[in-house]
């Protein structure tokens, strides 16, 4: 089972980024978004598809539709440069965590 | 405050055999799901393994099945991985992390900072 997201989004400061994740059983199986940092551990931006936990900025969102999740973040800042990753379960019930394989932000 | 704590990593040969630890404190740990996540050198997030709060449900990834044991001890806070027959594609820094749905459906996700293993002659 694989998710899919693009390799790298380029985005300005200010302006608002998109990142894509597609897999088939994102229908059926909540979706997970973190941020990952060099030397850093993962950080939950998004769970349930679209819940933020706490402490995490109203600048980051989830939304949901078919096959797809996206992570939007508005207003992006220069320390938004990471990796992101989205995290979801196969639905056969075989492999409760799969990952991305990544997209790096580049703040430009 | 809480902490999740990986220890255990180090140099190891192919072929061989290594046992990582991670303690929790600072939460009630027995009720968390918890996981084996690894991130080999320039390349990504890789889920290793998953078990449940009280060991019924165990899962592998098919690149360490057969290969790697999950286990956990409730009464030490502790979940371990034992990987064996260690390979060079084995090498990255090794999370774990503890996750919990509760009856409100609110979600709470802890992580540790990693442990490296290299699998180097």
């Known amino acids: 089972y694989e998710l899919t997201q693009p390799p790298s989004v380029s985005v300005s400061p200010g302006q608002t980024a998109t990142i894509t994740c597609s897999g088939d059983?994102?229908?059926?199986?909540?979706a997970y978004w973190y941020q990952k940092k060099t030397g850093q551990a993962p950080v939950l931006l998004i769970y349930?598809?679209?819940e933020r936990p706490s402490g995490i900025p109203e600048r980051f969102s989830g939304s949901s539709s078919g096959t797809t999740v996206t992570l939007t973040i508005s207003a992006v800042q220069a320390q938004d440069e990471a990796e992101y990753y989205c995290q979801s379960a196969d639905s056969s019930g075989s492999y409760p965590w799969v990952f991305g394989g990544g997209t790096k932000l580049i703040v430009l | 405050e809480v902490q999740m704590v990986e220890s255990g990593g180090g140099l190891v040969e192919p072929g061989g055999s290594l046992r990582l630890s991670c303690e929790g404190s600072g939460f009630t740990f027995s009720p968390f799901n918890m996981n084996w996540v690894r991130q080999a050198p320039g390349k990504g997030l890789e889920w290793v393994s998953s078990i449940s709060s009280l060991s019924t449900r165990i899962y592998y990834a098919d690149s360490v099945k057969g290969r790697f044991t999950i286990s956990r001890d409730n009464a030490k806070n502790s979940v371990f991985l034992h990987m064996s027959s260690l390979r060079a594609e084995d090498t990255a820094v090794y999370y774990c992390?503890?996750?919990?749905?509760?009856?409100?459906?609110?979600?709470?996700?802890?992580w540790g900072q990693g442990t490296q293993v290299t699998v180097s002659s």
């Open positions: 059983s994102v229908p059926k199986e909540y």
């Open positions: 992390a503890g996750h919990l749905y509760d009856s409100d459906g609110y979600y709470t996700e802890y």
């Open positions: 349930k598809d679209t």
